[in-house]
């Protein structure tokens, strides 16, 4: 690193809703990048997300969409780079503390609590938001089921939002695979999150199942006023629900834009279809 | 001199354990499981060395092969009747079917050799090398123990690089499944690796009762939870990590009773044992676990 | 305040728990008293409910948080020699008996969970057969390092020394409570059955309350799957340390009621193969179901004993009725068989229940 040299901003093109314009973006990133085995997985990547923005992140197979996701939850200590949640840098904080900044997720292999029912999932997800300690469960004192009353209310409220409550006894190993991808955003929103991410929402989900996802997807965004990042191959949601794109491929942004532009993109073609060259 | 000597009788109790450890350690490789009766086939092959030398008279080299010979069809008999079954068994119910096993052999020993101690006479039968004008005695077992050791991973590393089993050991170790699909008889691979496991705890048994001359049904027991923890030491599953885990855990065993505390040496070497793993989680050689997200 | 159906359900599972324990209580108090229980067992009365404390405590670690002990008799040493140490140190200012108990279980417990934190650090950093291993070299200081302690009463209060017993300079008036290698010897025998009853009561009170709440939630979802609860906001850190303290105070405070129903302790009996022996019970009773390690406990307490017409054999008979019960009970064909047996004694469906408790 050269101390000498002057650092300036450099603008990323950057493109968020005309709505959003007046309050801080939920999310700044710069020049974001990680090397494994020296081989860079991330590189130079950077985006700006509105406050109440649906942004796509879409890619080719193995462009690093997932290790985006996992460096912005930390998962993964970023080498290089400054990420900006709510105008704060969250350099140094943990998956933990990630997530009670205000970033919650969904994972592409589903990872939900298999062997505990459907409620207790969500209820997990209410982890920070309904507090007593321990010795208050131990000695089962008021503030115990005080507290449990309202996680339990709550967690039927947001099994709702999907109409699983009539699921929450059942246990989360033995729900069909849509079910279990769904139960996975209540859960991640259970959080209180102002930005959620979503890797792969729709995947395994049939084209109805996929078109209710759509509809859910903007629900949530307008119920809970807050930010959405997804990455999916169904080119269909991605196309029809997304407000800004960023389009990754071998760990670099090769454009960014509206749904239009990406499609017309000669970058983003080339990209898709030299993979079906491949394949 | 008395350094040297210590260093000596602490690589010579490091060998036993290596020899042991690579047993612990091919066994979890290949199985993923810790077998815990490992300790317990060890005590098999010195009371086997015993009966062939005391009550047959036969010749000691003879009675090492016929102990070997026992624990390499005791170890693939064992495999085959209680492990084989719960391969796709939880890892406890492996591990809790292992520690069935140990109970096994020790009762059994007990039942046919009773709680008495026996006396074993070392299969080492040279004089001791006298250095140094004779300032530096080193006792032919503890001679015998190192070069044995040396050779016995000289011969592991080749046949696991070279040899067409040794390559079906890899493949099973790094996926079971993946190996299935090449053609590769897994179960086969696996007794195999027993059967090695075995025959080099039927070795470490004799030379143990060799150099700490007395043999009971729980003889096994203790060297076994230090060859294990000498295994992990190493990185499990690692074969040179189990060597050299083995020979530092002997050293440090032998050293830290010298010139710290006779008492404390499970303590010190237990305790540099949990140092160690905070430093290194997975052992000096072992190799990094990543979770795939 | 009304109760779930899931809630209910809970309600009635613990009940019978706790109802069980009761029972056995009660019907052993009645066998007792018609004089039909034999001396050896009701000299078990007193270990079994230690046994089962360290059944239940131990189920915490392995089935609840998911993680691999081998060293649990550690901690049962750990509160084995705190508590006998407390006992005979307030021989002089408390007279009553259950008071000196009360002491010694709540001192067992508390010295045992700071040692529950000591080991729970590394194990923040360890998975697996790694941390086991960290575990049973803790258990293994733990029985080395007491064997060569020498704690004594002089009139000045307690003494210690890691030499021998003349070292502790305790005159005529003091009395050695711990010799090294030769355990605590004249140890008031304070532990009773009654007393070792309401251990397991509080014992299973603790637990089954921590499972069944926020707590409990969250270490169960670090053992179901440690990314998803940190990507929830949840610290692993915090409640791997919670699930290892209370089991370790639990486990404490059995190894406190094990050792004041005997005149001498020694550390050696709570080495490696008593950690292992707890692990069975654990197994056995099965991974997460604390009911089942009550029972297995009290029955593989009673079990050996139970086999002493086979003498000799017993211990073989032991060891084959461990592998063989392994065998049968992860067998794929004779699992189905069981379900279809117990689905037809429900007349409904074979459904496979997720039982906590």
């Not at chain 2, 690589?11 to 815990?36: C, D, E, P, Q, W």
């Not at chain 2, 599953?237 to 008492?263: R, V």
Request: aromatic share 6%; charged share 15%; hydrophobic share 50%.
């Amino acid at each position: 690193m050269n101390n000498l040299a002057k650092m300036v901003p450099v603008p990323s093109r950057a493109i968020i809703p005309e709505r959003d314009l007046g309050s801080t973006p939920i999310l700044e990133v710069s020049h974001l990048g990680i090397s494994f085995g020296g081989l860079n997985a991330v590189e130079d990547f950077n985006i700006i997300v509105g406050r109440t923005e649906i942004a796509g992140l879409i890619g080719p197979n193995g462009a690093g969409k997932t290790t985006v996701f996992n460096l912005l939850t930390k998962v993964y200590q970023p080498t290089r780079g400054a990420i900006l949640l709510d105008g704060k840098d969250t350099a140094g904080m943990s998956t933990m503390q990630i997530n009670q900044a205000g970033i919650a997720r969904t994972f592409q292999n589903i990872r939900l609590f298999q062997a505990l029912s459907v409620e207790d999932n969500v209820k997990i997800g209410l982890h920070n938001q309904f507090k007593y300690s321990t010795l208050n469960a131990i000695l089962r004192l008021p503030r115990f089921w005080d507290a449990e009353r309202k996680a339990h209310d709550q967690a039927l409220e947001l099994l709702s939002i999907f109409n699983m409550e009539h699921m929450a006894n059942d246990t989360a190993g033995s729900l069909p695979y849509g079910a279990q991808r769904r139960l996975e955003i209540v859960r991640a929103l259970a959080t209180r999150p102002s930005l959620l991410l979503l890797d792969e929402p729709a995947a395994g989900m049939n084209p109805s199942e996929t078109e209710a996802l759509m509809a859910n997807i903007i629900k949530i965004r307008d119920m809970f006023q807050i930010a959405i990042m997804l990455i999916e191959h169904d080119m269909r949601l991605v196309m029809g629900i997304c407000e800004g794109i960023a389009v990754l491929n071998y760990g670099k942004i090769i454009a960014k834009g509206t749904p239009e532009e990406i499609q017309a993109n000669p970058a983003v073609i080339e990209a898709y279809l030299g993979q079906k060259k491949e394949a | 001199m008395t350094f040297l000597s210590y260093l000596v009788s602490g690589l010579s109790l490091g060998s036993i354990y290596a020899i042991i450890a690579l047993g612990y350690t091919m066994v979890y490789g290949i199985a993923k499981m810790l077998n815990f009766a490992h300790g317990d086939v060890i005590m098999i092959g010195g009371y086997m060395s015993f009966v062939a030398t005391a009550h047959l008279g036969w010749p000691p080299l003879a009675s090492v092969l016929l102990a070997m010979l026992v624990c390499t069809v005791l170890g693939v008999v064992i495999e085959q009747l209680a492990y084989k079954p719960l391969r796709a068994a939880p890892s406890l119910a492996v591990l809790i079917t292992a520690i069935g096993v140990s109970y096994f052999l020790q009762n059994a020993a007990l039942l046919i050799w009773s709680s008495n101690p026996k006396s074993f006479t070392s299969v080492v039968r040279l004089p001791s090398l006298k250095l140094f004008d004779g300032q530096l005695t080193i006792s032919s077992v503890a001679l015998v123990t190192i070069l044995a050791c040396v050779a016995i991973i000289i011969g592991l590393t080749f046949i696991i690089s070279k040899t067409k089993i040794g390559k079906a050991m890899r493949a099973v170790s790094e996926d079971k499944a993946a190996a299935q699909l090449m053609g590769i008889n897994v179960n086969q691979t696996i007794s195999v690796t027993f059967a090695i496991g075995s025959a080099l705890a039927a070795i470490a048994g004799v030379l143990l009762c060799s150099a700490y001359p007395i043999l009971m049904p729980t003889t096994g027991a203790m060297p076994g939870i230090k060859a294990f923890t000498a295994a992990v030491f190493g990185g499990i599953g690692s074969i040179p990590g189990a060597f050299w885990g083995g020979l530092l855990l002997g050293l440090i065993e032998i050293f830290g009773k010298a010139y710290i505390s006779t008492q404390l040496s499970d303590a010190i070497v237990f305790s540099i044992l949990i140092l160690v793993l905070l430093v290194r989680p997975t052992g000096l050689m072992g190799r990094k676990i990543s979770e795939k997200v | 305040m009304k109760l779930t159906k899931t809630g209910q359900k809970r309600l009635v599972s613990n009940s019978i728990t706790y109802g069980m324990v009761v029972l056995a209580f009660i019907l052993v108090q009645i066998v007792d008293s018609t004089g039909h229980l034999t001396s050896s067992l009701r000299g078990q009365l007193v270990p079994i409910c230690a046994y089962i404390v360290m059944a239940v405590s131990l189920n915490l670690t392995v089935g609840v948080l998911g993680e691999l002990s081998l060293g649990h008799a550690g901690f049962m040493s750990l509160g084995a020699f705190s508590g006998v140490i407390v006992s005979l140190g307030l021989r002089d200012m408390v007279g009553a008996g259950p008071l000196r108990l009360l002491a010694a279980l709540l001192v067992g417990a508390v010295i045992a969970g700071l040692f529950g934190f000591v080991v729970g650090v590394p194990a923040l950093r360890l998975r697996g057969d790694y941390l086991a291993i960290v575990t049973l070299a803790f258990g293994e200081i733990i029985k080395n390092v007491i064997n060569t302690i020498y704690v004594g009463i002089g009139p000045d209060g307690l003494r210690v020394s890691m030499s021998d017993q003349a070292s502790l300079g305790l005159g005529e008036t003091g009395t050695v409570i711990l010799r090294g290698p030769m355990g605590a010897v004249g140890v008031d025998k304070l532990a009773s059955f009654g007393a070792g009853i309401i251990l397991v009561l509080i014992t299973l009170f603790i637990v089954l309350n921590l499972v069944h709440s926020r707590s409990g939630r969250a270490i169960m979802a670090v053992r179901d799957n440690r990314i998803a609860a940190e990507s929830v906001g949840i610290s692993i850190t915090r409640y791997k340390l919670t699930a290892f303290i209370i089991s370790a105070a639990l486990a404490g405070a059995a190894g406190a009621l094990y050792a004041l129903n005997y005149s001498t302790v020694v550390a050696r009996k709570f080495d490696f193969n008593t950690s292992i022996l707890v692990l069975v019970f654990v197994v056995l009773g099965g991974i997460g179901n604390i009911r089942g390690s009550i029972i297995a406990a009290a029955v593989l307490t009673v079990l050996p004993e139970m086999l002493r017409a086979f003498n000799d054999y017993r211990m073989l008979a032991y060891a084959i009725i461990l592998i063989l019960v392994m065998l049968t009970s992860n067998n794929d064909r004779l699992k189905q068989l069981r379900w279809r047996f117990i689905a037809r004694f429900r007349r409904g469906t074979p459904q496979q229940e997720v039982d906590h408790e």
